[in-house]
């Protein structure tokens, strides 16, 4: 028996009883269920890191807008599949003040949460051409992107980036777009779970050699604004959110309303359709919609197909939400700087008892503090570390099911973590750094 922050005797049947036959390859929701467990037979609390949830209360301007507008009377009526024009408006000037790109309220489109806009643009972008069915990803990425593609039955190629910044992300991309079947590549920027931002270089190698070859970027901004190495809260100024939008017109920009605004109950993000990929005419669509016009077969086709739109009350919230954080008066990135301050103070505290950041530059920039940063130990995989660090009360999960090719890494969500719960995570730390000593 062992002498650890967390009953080993608990931990230890827990983990038995759940038939994971390896932690490393438990979902965060089976990680979530153990931990709850175990909390709940021992009445201790753990660090939890696994999931990806805003720990901060909704935005006002939204709530009170969804109220306003159920009062009114929106529940009883569908909304437009396209989405409410008050939102469509307020999105593509978002677009406008923040990436400083030029979009028509058009191709703004609510979806269920950026999730939805990722299925219904795997959906879509597979169909605009025969040849071009798969969708490549640069990882490590959001294990439910791949989930999304295994319930469709279609194929993915991956490589995890680490390796590959700068002009290498060149020859890499290249390799894989130069055989013809990749419709599409999505990478999410800030990263879900590296947190690694792009830089503008790379994102223009990806842009230029989106337009080479005639594939869709798919940029997920889940983080918006969330780059907090520069403040991107200065409506029509620079500095803006770093996009490959920048370098070219053949994009699908998922904006999630989850995190930046904490609005992740209500389901919803919006998908934006560049001008020009609106336009798109792609004959092979007719195979699947009754027209050829890219635009009109993912609205009227997919995404009338999987909801017939939004929450008619959900639409009213984000669209004063934007209005609020356009017109200069809701500082939503002040909000969510929390989380990187966060982050910060945790980094220091897991380095400062021998562990080290796995995913830690952008080329040559010390990586930005945010919702997420991974860690290792050394002499652990990262399967080991996890299932190790439950017994010290800390839950996190597994670079494995990223697409990770650092298998001696864990992902850590700082967002759940409360301050008040520092002096506990370094106290654990500290025991786990002198039951595990390092040479
Ligand atoms: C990279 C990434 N994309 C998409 C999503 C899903 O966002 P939404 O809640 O808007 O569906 C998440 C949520 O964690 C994410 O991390």
């Known amino acids: ?34 931990v709850d467990q175990i909390e709940k037979e021992t009445g201790e609390k753990f660090v939890r890191m696994e999931m990806g949830v805003p720990g901060l209360p ?33 999105a593509s000037r978002f677009l406008k003040l923040f990436l400083n790109i030029d979009v028509n309220p058009e191709g ?20 605009m051409y025969k040849e071009k069915d798969r969708i490549l990803f640069l990882d490590p990425g959001f294990p439910v992107h791949k989930q999304q593609l295994k319930v469709l039955g279609q194929k993915w190629e991956t490589f995890d980036v680490y390796e590959f910044r700068g002009e290498k992300l060149k020859a890499k991309i290249e390799s894989y777009l130069s055989k013809g079947n990749i419709a599409a590549i999505l990478y999410s920027n800030p990263n879900n779970p590296s947190w690694i931002c792009f830089t503008d270089k790379e994102l223009k190698i990806i ?36 996009t490959a939008a920048h370098f070219t017109d ?21 998908m934006i359709l560049s001008d020009k990929l609106y336009e798109k005419k792609c004959p092979d669509l007719k195979g699947f919609y009754s027209t050829d016009l890219f635009g009109r077969a993912m609205i009227l086709g997919t995404v009338y197909a999987l909801s017939a739109g939004v929450t008619h009350s959900a639409q009213y919230a984000v669209a004063a939400i934007l209005k609020a954080a356009n017109d200069g008066e809701f500082n939503f ?10 982050a910060k103070i945790m980094k220091k505290l897991f380095t400062g008892n021998g562990f080290y950041i796995v995913y830690d530059k952008d080329e040559n920039d010390p990586i930005a503090d945010g919702f997420y940063f991974t860690f290792a130990y050394p002499g652990f995989s990262g399967d080991q570390l996890l299932g190790e660090m439950i017994y010290y009360g800390i839950s996190a999960i597994s670079l ?27 106290n654990r730390l500290k025991k786990f750094h002198l039951d595990h000593p390092v040479d």
Do not use: W
């Not at 529940?75 to 396209?82: E, G, H, K, L, S």
């Not at 990135?333 to 966060?342: L, R």
């Not at 990770?404 to 002096?423: K, N």
């Open 400 to 426: 494995a099911i990223t697409g990770s090719e650092r298998l001696e890494g864990i992902r850590a969500c700082v967002s759940l973590v409360r301050r008040e719960q520092f002096p506990d995570l370094e």
């Open 58 to 90: 909704a935005a006002d301007v939204g709530v009170q807008a969804e109220i306003d507008a159920l009062k009114k009377g929106v529940a009883n009526t569908y909304p437009d599949i396209q989405g409410i024009p008050q939102l469509k408006k307020e």
């Open 108 to 127: 703004c489109i609510p979806t269920v949460g950026s999730m939805q806009g990722s299925f219904a643009a795997f959906i879509t972008t597979s169909r």
């Open 333 to 342: 990135v002040d909000v969510v700087k929390e989380y990187g301050e966060k």
């Open 1 to 34: 028996m062992k002498d650890t922050p967390i009953s080993f005797e608990v931990v230890s049947k827990k983990i038995k009883e759940s038939n994971l036959e390896k932690l490393g390859n438990a979902s965060i929701r089976e990680i979530k269920k153990l």
């Open 207 to 242: 842009a230029e050699l989106a337009d080479k070859y005639n594939v869709v970027v798919l940029e997920d901004l889940a983080y918006v604004a969330m780059d907090f190495r520069k403040d991107l809260y200065h409506p029509g100024v620079k500095p803006y959110q770093a």
């Open 250 to 270: 053949n994009y699908i920009i998922f904006i999630s309303c989850s995190k930046a605004f904490s609005y992740a109950g209500q389901r919803i993000g919006l």
